[in-house]
C-alpha cells in the first residue's frame, strides 16, 4: 500500500470525518470510499467513476483534486468503461441453459394433453354410435297403419292440419323483450372513472458512462448504465434518483425535459413526490 491511501484517511481523520458522513455528503458509498483508502481499486466500477470519486473525496478533505487523480491514474491503468461491464454480459447465457427444463415439461405436458384429447374423442365416438340403432328399431313402426282402412287413415290425415295450431309457440317471440338486455347499456359509462397511472415517471437518456441509484415507494435499485441506454422509473409515493455522472445522464420528469444536469463526474440526488413533482420540473426546464 502506497501513501495515496494512507493520505486521504489521514486528512479525513484529521479533519474529525467518518466515512458514513462523507458518503451521506458525498452521495458516494462507503464501499467505495473504504476502498479509496486501501487502495482496493478492483472494487470501484471503473472508468470515469473511479476518477469522479478520488475527484470528489479529495475535495471534500481538502486534498488538491488534480494531483489525487493525476497519483490515482499513475497507481493504476484506467480500464475502458466497457470493460466494467463486460461480466454483466457474459453471466447472460446462463438464462437460457435454465429454459431447457422449462421446454422439456412443455413437451410432455402437450404430449399428456394430445392422449387425453384422443381418448375423450374416442368415447364420444362411440357413444354417438349407440342412438342409431333406436332409430333402426322405430322404423319398421310405420308400416303397421296401412292394414287399417283408408278412409280412417284419411280421416286420420284431416286432422293433422289442425296440427299447425301448435305454432302459437312461435309467439314466444314475444322473447323479444329480451330488450331490457339494453338497460345494461348504461352500465358502459362506469369504466371512466378507472384511469389511473403512476404519479413519478422519470425518464433517463444514457450519453456518457454513468452509475444510477433509484429508490422508487421503498424498493432499491442500483446500475451502471452506456452510451445509447434508456430507462424508465415509476413511482405512486416517492421517488429518490441518484445520479454519477450528471452531464452523462438526459432526464425527463412526467414527460418534462430538464435541463442538462450538471458537469462530468458530478453527483445529483433529486427526491420527487406528487406534491413536489412540478416544482423540480419548473426549476429545472
Partial sequence: MTDFGASFKKARESAGISLDQIAIETRISTRFLAAIENEEFHLLPGGIFNRGFVRTYAERIGLDPDQAVAEYERLVQVREPGDTLAPAVAESPKPQRNLYPIVIGALVLLIIGFYIVTRQSGNTAQTAGQPSPAVAVTTPVPPEPPPTAPETTAAASVPTPS????????????????????????????PPPVATGPAIVADLEITEPSWIRVLTDGNPTEMILEPGMTKKFTAQN????????????????????????????????????????????????
Fill in 163 to 190: 296440427e299447425p295450431e301448435p305454432v302459437p309457440p312461435a309467439a314466444t317471440a314475444p322473447a323479444a323483450p329480451t330488450a331490457p338486455a339494453n338497460t345494461t347499456a348504461p352500465a358502459v359509462p362506469a
Fill in 238 to 285: 416517492s421517488m429518490t434518483l441518484t445520479i454519477g455522472n450528471a452531464a452523462g445522464v438526459t432526464l425527463k420528469l412526467n414527460e418534462k425535459p430538464m435541463k442538462p444536469l450538471g458537469a462530468s463526474g458530478q453527483v445529483r440526488e433529486f427526491v420527487i413526490t406528487p406534491q413536489n413533482v412540478k416544482d423540480i420540473v419548473a426549476k429545472g426546464r
